[in-house]
């Protein structure tokens, strides 16, 4: 079996959409023992690569931010798809970074990873109080991350209308840390 074919369009995903995101799973490459041995890394970088599959992602996600005001992209490959959703959707991005990475913090949040621990941040001056905000990030694994960036959000006091990924990891259970958010997986494995 090849990597490509263990990923399928996600649920709810139907239409004309399916065959362009089957060539996007084609493109997702699996990288065995990375970070550390017995992970199975997958690099969207083939899929940012390709013109015709970043606008398919990009208008696959936007179609689902229902209204928001903003898309919040987690670091660092969500920064790109965000910004993709966002321009597509019509409205403004603003990045969750990697503790030390913003001369101004509104707030932080600190969490557990499969292998350590990190601190997201939330850039101060931009995400108001009652902002409506579509969360992206590219892979949907444990969900710590992305749990992370929700309540970093809700603390600031945004509405989070939903979580989009380009790949859930349906096997690590990561949708179930965002208790009842909708979240919107275009590809799963």
Do not use: W
Not at 33 to 55: K, N, Q, W
Not at 59 to 83: K, Q
Request: glycine residues 14%.
């Amino acid at each position: 079996m090849t990597a490509f074919e263990s990923i399928r369009v996600g649920p709810g995903i139907a239409g004309e959409s399916v065959d362009d995101l089957l060539r996007v799973a084609e493109l997702v490459r699996t990288v065995p023992d990375y970070p550390e041995p017995g992970v199975l890394f997958r690099d969207i970088t083939p899929v940012l690569a390709d013109g015709g599959s970043f606008a398919t992602v990009s208008t696959e996600l936007a179609a689902h931010t229902g209204g928001a005001d903003l898309v919040i992209g987690v670091e660092a490959r969500g920064f790109l798809l965000g910004a993709a959703v966002a321009l597509v959707a019509g409205v403004g991005t603003v990045p969750v970074r990697k503790a030390g990475k913003l001369p101004a913090v509104a707030a932080s949040r600190t969490y557990d990873l499969e292998y350590g621990r990190a601190t997201l941040e939330l850039p101060a001056g931009v995400v108001e109080p009652g902002a409506r905000v579509y969360v992206v990030d590219d892979v949907l694994a444990t969900g710590g991350t992305a749990a992370a960036a929700c309540a970093l959000l809700a603390d600031a006091g945004a509405e989070i209308v939903g979580f989009g990924t380009l790949l859930e990891l349906t096997a690590l259970n990561g949708r179930a840390q965002l208790g009842g958010l909708q979240v919107d997986a275009l590809l799963s494995a």
